[in-house]
């Protein structure tokens, strides 16, 4: 009997139920306030939030943030004020999504979206330019032909993922302190955020208990 | 730093926050503090500037005073006791930042200053951290651009003047001040007057807050990814201390240091913003080879055996003496050296020179005693004998500036034309061009009455003789060239004749090209060798190790463009020199370009001259390599590479090691350290100068050569280590960063005792006396319809690194004849007409202006401005040049 003892692991787990899924095709939900590659978003009228400050590459601690700032040509300004970001490169070979970039950031230009599933084949590919940075028309991030961008990964890229987290300022909680997006308007602020008795809006498809399942081991 | 030589009774023993030391009577209490580690906060006040008490941010309270004096006004006396971290100080602090930031836009991000602030850092380290204002600020049009090189930003100024006192008091270019009451007091230049200051660039550097920034910098970097290292300024010979600093290998500013010696923290425009040229896309970055009538990208080493090909060839056939060097003065020590050691120890020819005639023979500058710029500034009385020092040498003018209208020195000044300096001079006296000999006869005679001399009226020069006293005690002769359309001998020969009246007199050369000094000492001039020895003092010395040497004193700059228009010198090495912008007969220089059957040109452009050239060997520029400079006083400093060059670019001295070696020679070293160490051990003036004495924390302002060694040998920590430990938040003094580039230097052996030649043998350095000048053939009678040149200089030129520097280039004036308006009128001529001008070389057409700054009888036109000008008018071969001018039409 022993022969068949040695199975019983492998026969018991035969019927209890999967816990591996068909990566690539499937995929785990991610968490709410997961760190993916980056965006730089714009106003709602289409102006760049950035302004070049090179605060994001000053606090990079993996050095991988490259912007030089430029004069905003007066007659067709890309951002508001002065100055604005004229280059803006990113390393993905070195960028550890450790998010102190967007915290640093004084006008909410970077934020980060969920997507982390993206590979290339020269180094020089791994850093991604303003173009390929910067959300589309309608404020979403842009699909590049190499990356592998599931539903959902693109919405929570705002400044409002930040402001609300729970290790912001308790002060804070509940209220809109952050400024409103191409596509998006003002994002209101998340359940839960207002005390007891208030009516913040619900997260949309990725919820809280998704989170609670699927998250990181 | 200033030694400290107190005794008991010249100091006075105050306590700051519980801490005792002594001061000096008369030091203010926030200098004092700081010199003893305790920073008191500050926005107004300048170690470098009088105290004007403005801005309230230093108020400290002292025991048994009423109220919170500023420690900015506030003097030191016997027993004060100052607290400067009470409850009341404190709450005082907060005020006076609340108040500021009232009106202060919240521009950090976006702002210059931004991460270097002292708005920004006070606020943090002393304010109060929040705001109670809500109410919208004080609003002005943003950034406006009040000269080429300076943007004000009024919503961010805080009204503490420091930039309206350097203007005025400083510079005495009081083109900015403050207008309109209360909060609406702003920084402004005057209506059609833009802050065209020399100096405008110091302003940026002590705004306290991003009001005032420079359009080169702006937007090009943060603080934090900024790089520095601290270096010398090469861009002119006064050699002021800065810190260079670069963003992903670019060079992107560079800051003025204070050296109590030099620079007291002040550059010029020029200075401080002509890094642009070492970032200029149009450089030399391949070695090239003329084919036919192109010149091709080369590898070097093709390159090299091209021009050690053609080298040697001109020294088989003609000798040694048909090949000539010209330049050599825009480079380190060590390069200079190396081209002087394959020059005269490899080649064997003595017809080298790095003035190209444009400035003074090397055995006057160098044999005739020396002054620092201190003894200038302290002395009796100064005579002025040389060049526009405010457009040539800037910094030097300021310090003069400062002696003469604080500490009330005595100038006189002694020109073909009125300077910048006219206006702080007791008297100038304005001679006619080449009689700078008669002049300085009288001057030194003694007679009385006193004739007239050279233009001079009798009286004026009593007057000034008066000043300057009989036996010239106490009299600094600041020496250049006036002129370069006068020979530069009679100005030698006129410094000879005061140095044989004025035994005590002496001298501070006030030559322009960032490392002429050094250029000279080290030997690449003709008669001389490295070490201000004279060839034939010298040759036993050098012979030694050396090998060859030049058997005859070779040409001077002069005599080797006259040679090679004639066809005999052969071959020409033009060491980033371009004689057809910069020799003062353009004609000439054409003609010796075309003359020389065989050029090389070792340059960073491709100038009018090195176009000509049939080989192209690209050198590094300032910032890309390390070494050591020499300014007008003799003052060995360390130049710092800050950058990679581009490209392929190599040092001088890496090059003339390399072609040495091509033409059978062996200069002996491989790196920088090795060229100093032979230096070092070498150059009878420089003996004992070792990098390790310079790497002394007592030397960091430089050594002054000669170099007489010292006392008893110290052992030290090098200043790198020192500075570390003795980080210090030192508000608007620029620290003086760790002198990087050391370790290169650290790491060479000191020559020991016994292979140190010191002494024995050692050949006597130059001197310089009446008639070593060379003769000088007198000036041709006045003629009553000729006007006589005098070509000064302008600050921004048509030189290299104006010509491409983006925010200088616009800055150069286009040439105008100016003549005093005495001439004018007989011509019947005004401001603004043109004219026909014609010299013994060409007919130009330029435009007049009346100026009273020129005697009657001369017309000043600028040399080397961009277009025709002053060098095609000017006949070399005459010692001065007559112009007839004419109405066109
Ligand atoms: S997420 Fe972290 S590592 Fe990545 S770019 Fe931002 S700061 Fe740098
Ligand atoms: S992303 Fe933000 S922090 Fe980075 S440069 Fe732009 S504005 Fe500054
Ligand atoms: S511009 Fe700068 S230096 Fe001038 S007064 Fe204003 S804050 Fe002071
Ligand atoms: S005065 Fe001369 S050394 Fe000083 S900053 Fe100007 S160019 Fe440089
Ligand atoms: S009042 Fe003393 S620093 Fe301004």
Redesign the interface.
Known sequence: MGYFEGFRVTFEQLFRPRVTIQYPEEKRPKALRFHGRHVLNKYEDGMEKCIGCELCAGVCPARCIHVRGLDNPPDAPVSPGERYGFVYEINYLRCIHCDLCVEACPTEAITESKLFEFSFSNRQDAIYTKDELLVADDGQPKHLPWEDWREGEDLHTSAWVRATAPNGDADYEGRVAWSAELGYGVRPPEAGQLGDDDAGAPIDDITVEQVAEGGHH | MTEQTETKKDTVTVTVDGKTFEAAPGELVIAAAERHGIYIPRFCWHPRMKPVGMCRMCLVEIEGVRGLPPACTTPVAEGMVVDTRTPVVKKAQDGVLEFLLINHPLDC??CDR??ECPLQDQTFSFGPGESRFVEEKRHFE??IAISELVALDRERCIQCARCTRFADEVAGDPLISFVDRGDHTQVLTFPDDPFTSYFSGNTVQICPVGALTASPY??K??P??LDQVESTCSTCAVGCRVNLQSS?NDLVRMLGVDSEPVNHSWLCDKGRFGYQAVEHDGRVTHPLVRKGDELIEASWSEAYAAAAKGLADVRDLHGAGAIAFLGGARGTNEDAYAWAKLAKGVLATDSVDCQLDDGLPAAAVLGLPRATIDDACRAKAVLLLGPDLKEELPVLYLRLREAVVDGGVAVVELGPQSTGMTRHAKTTLLYRPGEAVEVARALTSGRDPMPDAGGVRGEELAAAAGILGRAGEGVVVVLGRPSVAESGRTVAEAAAVIAAAWPQARFLPALRRGNVMGALDMGLAPGVLPGRVGLDAGREWFSQEWGVLPEEPGLDAAGIVGAAAEGRVQALVLLGADPINDFPDRTLARRALAGAGFVVAVDTFLTDSSREADVVLPAAMYGEKAGTTTNIEGRVTRVNQKVTAPGTVRSDWIIAAELAQRLGGDLGFDSTAAVWAEIARLAPSHVGLTADVLGRRENRDGVVAPYEGEGPPRHEAPVEQIEAAAAVHQGETLPSEAVAGAPEHAAVDEPSDDDDPAGAGRPPLLTFAVGDAGSTAAPPAVDAYALRLVAGRRLYDNGVTVRHSAHLAGLAPSPRLRANPYDLDRLGLGTGDRVRVTSSRTTLTLEVAADTGIPRGSVALPFNLPGEGAADLIDGTQPVTDLRVETTN
Do not use: M, T
């Open positions: 991000p976006v931004g991460g943003k950034p702006r937007f970097a943060r934090w990814d992903q």
